[in-house]
Nanobody, 116 residues
Framework: QVPLLESGGGLVQPGGSLRLSCISS????????MGWYRQAPGKQRELIAS???????NYLESAKGRFTIARDNAKNMVHLQMNSLKPEDTAVYYC??????????WGQGCQVTVSS
């Protein structure tokens, strides 16, 4: 089993929506806060949304009101609904536990491109 597998990325016009999904191994997911990170070209990876095991959420300021993170504890899955997408949201998106360490495994991520 791949420890982390993201899906749902693609090309979307500004103002559009995408829903990202991530399935995780139990060792990463169970009982841990999970988050969505993104890395834009030439920039460091940043945490944009997180959710605790009992559903408390937190968002990067630029994501508030546009992105919604959710988790399905029965399926070890985390989702990110992204609305009102902007060109500056273009990045590779990853899911992982929160916080991560230097030894953390990273999946392939999924590319999100917002462009007209």
């Amino acid at each position: 089993q791949v420890p982390l597998l993201e899906s749902g990325g693609g090309l979307v016009q500004p103002g559009g929506s995408l829903r990202l999904s991530c399935i995780s191994s139990g060792s990463i997911f169970d009982g841990n806060p999970m988050g969505w990170y993104r890395q834009a070209p030439g920039k460091q990876r940043e945490l944009i949304a997180s959710i605790t095991s009992d559903g408390y959420t937190n968002y990067l300021e630029s994501a508030k009101g546009r992105f919604t993170i959710a988790r399905d504890n029965a399926k070890n899955m985390v989702h990110l609904q992204m609305n009102s997408l902007k060109p500056e949201d273009t990045a590779v998106y990853y899911c992982n536990r929160v916080p991560v360490s230097n030894r953390s495994y990273w999946g392939q991520g999924c590319q999100v491109t917002v462009s007209s």
